[in-house]
C-alpha cells in the first residue's frame, strides 16, 4: 500500500513571496489533515478534511493560508504572502474513519521543509 | 497551560536499560491517546495506542494510560541505540463532532552503547 505522497521535499523562498504544497493521502482515506511542526515542537494541526469538506480550520491563519480538497483526494495548502515565521515543516496526515469519538491512526507523509529567507 | 506536556529532555540511557517517557494531558474528556515516534529529518510514525486504564504492551514497548491522573506513560524495555528519536505523546479531543490530535512538544531520548 501506498503512503502518503507530499511534494516538494524543501522549499526556500523570500519573505511575502508565494508557495504550495500537494499531498495525496492514501488510497480510500477520507480524512486529510494538514500539520505545521516548528523546530523543537510537535505537529500543531492547521486544518482538517473530511472528503472534501473542512471539519476544523480554528488554527489556520486564514489572512495567508488557504486549503482545499477537490473531489475528496489530492489537497493543497498555500501561504500567500509567506513570514519568516512560516519556516516550519508541514505535514500531511490521513486517516480512514470518516466521523465519531474514537480516533483513527493518522498516517504522516514525509513532510516539506520550507525556508522562509 | 498547555493541552500535552512532556518533558523536552534529552533523556540519556544506556544501552539495555529501561527508558521512561511520561506525558500529562489537560481536557479530562479525551479518549485516546497515542505514542509516536520521530527520528530527525523524518515524519512521525505510530508505535503505540492506547484507550483504556492500564497497561498495553507490544513487544519492548509498553503504554500506560491513568485518565484520573490525567498521565500517560510509554516504557521502553531493553533500550537499543536504534530508539535515539523524539517521542511525541497526541492526545484526541473531541469537537464539533469529529476529533483531532493535539500532540505535546515531544522527549528527545538517546540511547548511548
Known amino acids: 500500500e501506498a503512503g502518503v505522497a507530499q511534494s516538494p521535499r524543501y522549499k526556500i523562498i523570500e519573505k511575502r513571496q508565494s508557495v504550495a504544497f500537494w499531498c495525496n493521502p492514501i488510497s480510500g482515506h477520507a480524512t486529510l489533515y494538514w500539520y505545521q511542526q516548528i523546530l523543537g515542537q510537535g505537529p500543531k494541526l492547521l486544518i482538517q478534511f473530511q472528503n472534501n469538506g473542512v471539519v476544523d480550520d480554528s488554527q489556520l491563519p486564514k489572512d495567508r493560508f488557504s486549503a482545499e480538497r477537490l473531489k475528496g483526494v489530492d489537497s493543497t495548502l498555500k501561504i500567500q504572502p509567506a513570514k519568516l515565521e512560516d519556516s516550519a515543516v508541514y505535514l500531511c496526515a490521513s486517516s480512514t474513519r470518516t466521523s465519531g469519538r474514537e480516533t483513527d491512526t493518522q498516517y504522516f507523509g514525509p513532510g516539506t521543509r520550507l525556508t522562509v529567507l | 497551560q498547555k493541552e500535552v506536556e512532556q518533558n523536552s529532555g534529552p533523556l540519556s540511557v544506556p544501552e539495555g536499560a529501561i527508558a521512561s517517557l511520561n506525558c500529562t494531558y489537560s481536557?479530562?474528556?479525551?479518549?485516546?491517546f497515542f505514542w509516536y515516534r520521530q527520528y530527525s529529518g523524518k515524519s512521525p510514525e505510530l508505535i503505540m495506542s492506547i484507550y483504556s486504564n492500564g497497561d498495553k504492551e507490544d513487544g519492548r514497548f509498553t503504554a500506560q494510560l491513568n485518565k484520573a491522573s490525567q498521565y500517560v506513560s510509554l516504557l521502553i524495555r531493553d533500550s537499543q541505540p536504534s530508539d535515539s528519536a523524539t517521542y511525541l505523546c497526541a492526545v484526541s479531543l473531541f469537537s464539533g463532532g469529529y476529533n483531532k490530535l493535539i500532540f505535546g512538544a515531544g522527549t528527545r531520548l538517546a540511547v548511548h552503547p
Open positions: 481536557d479530562r474528556v479525551s479518549q485516546s
